[in-house]
């Protein structure tokens, strides 16, 4: 489809594993933004990136949490030695350009036994 | 930091009636302003936006926002719900930086 794709949709993973998600922006965006969701509340930013730079990474929560976008296209968020405070909804937005509307994909759900 | 205040967090509506969502912002600067619509089992979706102009925005599926800068405000107005307006609401910012500054979300239920 042209909506930006996420996977996988679900990740259940023990305390102390690494996960890594991943995020397909719509052709030809140029902005992508993580965001990390937690059960009854909005969207809180993570980090930024415009083309392959990573612009922003002030709302990562730790150094655990790491994100890339090599080619400026797809971009993974990775999570070390996951705990079970990392349990939420990550969404990942694109845009054409700074400060247009973002567009969202379905998020990841991820849950830390 | 900025900060979006969703005032109202569950809301129960029957058909027809008129709707209206509160959200109050704490940046005083130029802001672009957005209301997203999160259908059950659906991803955010864009119901409209304000970045400059007419401070009343007319979105999708008959829904308007009013921007009152004085008020810090960007309430959401619907003047009849329908059963499929059933969803969650969001109001969001975002000033100097690129991100966006979500407010806690309204989950609306319209009782058909």
């Known amino acids: 489809g042209a909506g930006v794709s996420q996977s996988p949709r679900y990740k259940v993973a023990k305390r102390g594993q690494d996960v890594a998600l991943r995020c397909d922006p719509i052709?030809?965006?140029?902005?992508l933004f993580w965001y990390q969701q937690a059960l009854g509340q909005g969207p809180e930013f993570l980090t930024y990136f415009q083309n392959e730079a990573q612009l922003d990474k002030s709302g990562l929560p730790s150094d655990r949490f790491f994100a890339e976008r090599p080619e400026g296209s797809v971009s993974t968020l990775k999570i070390q030695r996951t705990q079970q405070e990392d349990s939420a909804v990550y969404l990942c937005?694109?845009?054409?350009?700074?400060?247009?509307?973002?567009?969202f994909g379905d998020g990841t759900r991820l849950s830390i036994l | 930091a900025q900060s979006v205040s969703q005032h109202n967090h569950h809301v129960i509506l029957s058909e027809a009636a008129s709707l209206e969502l509160g959200c109050n912002y704490s940046?005083?600067?130029?802001?672009?302003l957005f209301w997203y619509v999160q259908y059950p089992g659906q991803h955010l979706q864009l119901l409209l936006k304000?970045?400059?102009?007419?401070?009343l925005v007319k979105g999708i599926k008959g829904f308007e926002a009013e921007f009152i800068k004085s008020k810090f405000s960007f309430n959401l107005r619907k003047p009849s719900v329908q059963w499929s307006d059933t969803a969650e609401y969001f109001c969001a910012v975002n000033n100097a930086g690129n991100m966006l500054t979500f407010g806690g979300g309204t989950r609306l239920m319209v009782k058909p």
């Open positions: 052709s030809g965006h140029v902005s």
């Open positions: 940046y005083g600067g130029t802001v672009n």
């Open positions: 304000y970045f400059s102009g007419d401070p």
């Open positions: 937005a694109s845009s054409l350009a700074v400060r247009e509307a973002q567009h």
